[in-house]
């Protein structure tokens, strides 16, 4: 029996709301957007990646109506459905109803029917007094998260919030080596994808609605990546110079290492310490007719891949919180702890640590983070310089999430031997 969109949602979403073996949508999700069918998965993909966004808010709406929680977690991941459906969505409400209650049949939750719909039904009858009740948490965050925003960012910290629950829509790269931007938008409209360049920008194209990549013009002739428009701009970081020793390290999924090799010749080893992941690297590589030499290895540890050689530049992508993403990774929300970061920051330190003897002198290592927490960001790299005499900070910028993700950037230069 085929599944309806609604009911591949739940069943993606079930896992991350278990709380006992909770699991990322990258590990549910691809395998059931393959179940859908073509012209319900754009739907199956904004329910599931919308209730997540807004889940936290969700929970705090329908939690006055539950005596307790459901113990299957493919029934909560309904009644969440059906309200980012009667909230957030131009769904009509009875179909919003009627399709998650025959969601819930179809999956063997016959005798929770009763309860989704009654729920489903007190919330539109006392949708204002549940909204007003539950207004703290409109910002869909935990706690831990919220309270860390409003130290780092006072000013900001709502707008931060309220980015991350946002649609993020499609932003593409041009490769430099195939194709102008101008051109490839020409492309665009001529195929009817509405689309415009970005500012500041100068390979960048934002589409006005999701779009399958697959179909775009010249996708399989590598004339196109997708790739944020704030990522994009590391690239102007890096002061690259044609024929320099770069060293990307860790790599993987290749958007930064495709940008650098678009627009300059360059001795580049892309490394990454996971083997499916830098598999990746390879196929995009490959799809836009690019190379670079590439190597399973985890960077902390030069004395196992290093030649020896020092590198003009070295690019650090550094593993992260992920918080500048959350649109995008919704997820992230469920699954990081708050005792998560300072683990993170350690992995950060000690990579930091282990590549910059690897850089020349006069050389430039560029650290990049998409998180918006300082201990990540400004306080990791001035912990750095600190214990380091021969490092100077030549450039610092943090770009908060808005219509593009959060992004922290900062270039450090090697003292002359």
């Given at each position: 029996?085929s599944?309806?969109?609604?009911?591949?949602?739940?069943?993606?979403?079930?896992?991350?709301?278990?709380?006992?073996q909770a699991?990322?949508?990258a590990?549910?999700?691809?395998?059931?957007?393959?179940?859908?069918?073509?012209?319900?998965r754009?739907?199956l993909?904004?329910?599931?990646?919308?209730?997540?966004?807004?889940?936290?808010y969700?929970?705090?709406?329908?939690?006055?109506?539950?005596?307790h929680?459901?113990?299957?977690?493919?029934?909560t991941a309904?009644?969440?459905?059906g309200?980012?459906?009667?909230?957030?969505?131009r769904?009509p409400?009875?179909?919003?109803?009627?399709?998650?209650?025959?969601?819930?049949?179809?999956?063997?939750?016959?005798?929770?029917t009763?309860?989704i719909?009654?729920?489903?039904?007190r919330?539109q009858?006392?949708?204002d007094?549940?909204?007003?009740?539950?207004?703290?948490?409109r910002?869909?965050?935990?706690?831990w998260?919220?309270e860390?925003?409003?130290?780092?960012?006072?000013?900001?910290?709502?707008?931060?919030?309220?980015?991350?629950?946002?649609?993020?829509?499609?932003?593409?790269?041009v490769n430099?080596r195939?194709?102008?931007?101008?051109d490839y938008?020409?492309?665009?409209h001529?195929?009817?994808?509405?689309a415009?360049?970005?500012?500041?920008?100068?390979?960048?194209i934002?589409?006005?609605q999701?779009h399958?990549?697959?179909?775009?013009?010249?996708?399989q002739?590598?004339?196109?990546?997708v790739?944020?428009?704030?990522a994009?701009?590391?690239?102007?970081?890096?002061d690259?110079?044609?024929?320099?020793r770069?060293?990307?390290?860790?790599?993987?999924?290749?958007?930064?290492?495709?940008?650098m090799?678009?627009?300059?010749d360059?001795?580049?080893l892309?490394?990454d310490?996971?083997?499916?992941?830098?598999?990746?690297?390879?196929?995009?590589?490959?799809?836009?007719?690019?190379?670079?030499?590439?190597?399973?290895?985890?960077?902390?540890?030069?004395a196992?891949?290093?030649?020896?050689?020092?590198?003009?530049?070295?690019?650090?992508?550094?593993?992260?919180?992920g918080t500048?993403?959350?649109r995008?990774?919704?997820d992230?929300?469920?699954?990081?702890?708050a005792d998560?970061i300072?683990?993170?920051?350690?992995?950060?330190r000690?990579l930091?640590?282990?590549?910059?003897?690897?850089?020349a002198?006069?050389?430039?290592?560029?650290?990049?983070t998409?998180?918006?927490?300082?201990?990540e960001?400004?306080?990791?790299?001035?912990?750095?310089?600190?214990q380091?005499?021969?490092a100077?900070?030549?450039?610092?910028?943090?770009?908060?999430?808005?219509?593009?993700?959060?992004?922290?950037?900062a270039?450090?230069?090697?003292?002359?031997?």
């Open positions: 029996m599944l309806s969109a609604r009911a591949l949602a739940a069943l993606a979403l079930a896992p991350l709301l278990d709380q006992r699991r990322s949508l590990a549910t999700l691809p395998e059931l957007q393959a179940r859908c069918a073509p012209r319900d754009a739907l993909t904004e329910m599931v990646q919308g209730t997540a966004r807004q889940g936290i969700l929970q705090a709406l329908i939690a006055p109506l539950l005596r929680s459901p113990a299957d977690a493919r029934v309904l009644l969440l459905l309200l980012y459906q009667l909230a957030f969505m769904v409400a009875h179909a919003a109803l009627q399709e998650t209650v025959e969601a819930a049949r179809s999956l063997g939750l016959e005798r929770s009763g309860l719909n009654a729920l489903l039904r919330y009858r006392e949708s007094a549940l909204h007003l009740r539950a207004a703290p948490w910002h869909s965050h935990p706690v998260l919220a860390r925003l409003r130290q780092d960012w006072p000013e900001q910290a709502e707008a931060i919030m309220a980015a991350a629950n946002d649609t993020p829509r499609l932003c593409l790269r430099a195939r194709c102008r931007r101008d938008l020409t492309h665009l001529a195929a009817g994808i509405a415009s360049t970005v500012a500041d920008a100068d390979d960048a934002l589409l006005e999701a399958d990549v697959s179909s775009l013009p010249f996708w002739e590598g004339w196109v990546s790739q944020d428009a704030h994009q701009g590391i690239l102007a970081c890096l690259l110079q044609p024929g320099q770069v060293l990307d390290a860790c790599a993987a999924p290749g958007g930064k290492t495709a940008h090799l678009e627009h300059f360059l001795d580049l892309a490394l310490q996971d083997a499916q992941r830098l598999q990746r690297v390879a196929d995009n590589l490959g799809r836009l007719g690019l190379h670079a030499k590439l190597q399973q290895a985890d960077a902390r540890q030069p196992s891949w290093w030649d020896g050689q020092p590198f003009a530049r070295i690019l650090l992508d550094a593993p992260c919180s500048g993403v959350l995008r990774h919704p992230i929300k469920f699954l990081r702890r998560d300072d683990k993170i920051v350690q992995v950060q000690e930091l640590n282990a590549l910059w003897p690897l850089l002198p006069g050389g430039r290592l560029t650290y990049v998409c998180s918006v927490l300082h201990a960001n400004q306080e990791q790299i001035a912990a750095f310089v600190a380091h005499s021969d100077r900070c030549c450039l610092e910028q943090a770009w908060l999430p808005d219509e593009h993700d959060g992004f922290y950037v270039a450090l230069v090697k003292a002359d031997a």
